[in-house]
């Protein structure tokens, strides 16, 4: 299998912050990487696909990069409608995997 | 829009069977992948496995003996069955459609969770 692990595993920021998520994988995934985000309470939601796609409807502060074992998640100012969980997910082979997750919150 | 409900008991007793339905609404179900995903409380996300409308599945080799996931194109229907439950198995269970029609995917549309506690 392949794991994913995302860092860090929790962080604060106060809002207008840049804030930066990385997933690293334990073998080469290409670009087959999305980034959801989990509210509490409520079922993820697909923000970014293909390593650096947005979904369309997803406000451009959000954004993807990297390729390979390596990808990172931006959220270019930090709006307080941004406070969640974060996961990291790779579609390269099966099974499907998920990072474990990073949460965000205001300082 | 696709809309994707979860249903089936909320309390399961310990080595007996888990069973839970998800039923599209808004579409049909035989122009997608369909997925069951689960997490534990306050702990992160499995993918458990993937169905298409002809029957064709995959599991994750974590959970493969004790799990069968199965399709009612008639209903609009998926389902899943987990078998000789434990606690270990408590989670929020989702059902989620693949974004591009395809096995290796992301997940664009996700029911609103069940949760199911495994407990005498």
């Known amino acids: 299998d392949i794991q994913m692990t995302q860092s860090p595993s929790s962080l604060s920021a106060s809002v207008g912050d840049r804030v930066t998520i990385t997933c690293q994988a334990t073998?080469?995934?290409?670009?087959?990487l999305n980034w959801y985000q989990q509210k509490p309470g409520k079922a993820p939601t697909l923000l970014i696909y293909e390593a650096s796609t947005l979904k369309a409807g997803v406000p451009s502060r959000f954004s993807g990069s990297g390729s390979g074992t390596r990808f990172t998640f931006t959220i270019g100012g930090l709006q307080p409608e941004d406070i969640a969980t974060y996961y990291c997910q790779q579609y390269d082979s099966l099974p499907l995997t998920f990072g474990g997750g990073t949460k965000v919150d205001l300082k | 829009q696709v809309q994707l409900q979860e249903s089936g008991p909320g309390l399961v007793k310990p080595s007996e069977t888990l069973s839970l339905t998800c039923t599209v609404s808004?579409?049909?179900?035989?122009?997608?992948?369909w997925s069951w995903i689960r997490q534990p409380p306050g702990k992160g996300l499995e993918w458990i496995g993937y169905?298409?409308?002809?029957?064709?599945?995959d599991n994750n080799p974590s959970l493969r003996s004790r799990v069968s996931i199965s399709v009612d194109t008639a209903k609009n229907q998926f389902s899943l069955r987990l078998t000789s439950v434990t606690a270990a198995d408590t989670a929020v269970y989702y059902c989620?459609?693949?974004?591009?029609?395809?096995?290796?995917?992301?997940?664009?549309?996700w029911g609103q969770g069940r949760m199911v506690t495994v407990s005498s």
């Open positions: 808004g579409g049909s179900i035989t122009t997608d992948y």
């Open positions: 169905i298409y409308y002809t029957g064709s599945v």
């Open positions: 073998q080469d995934i290409s670009i087959y």
């Open positions: 989620a459609k693949h974004r591009d029609s395809l096995v290796h995917d992301s997940f664009d549309i």
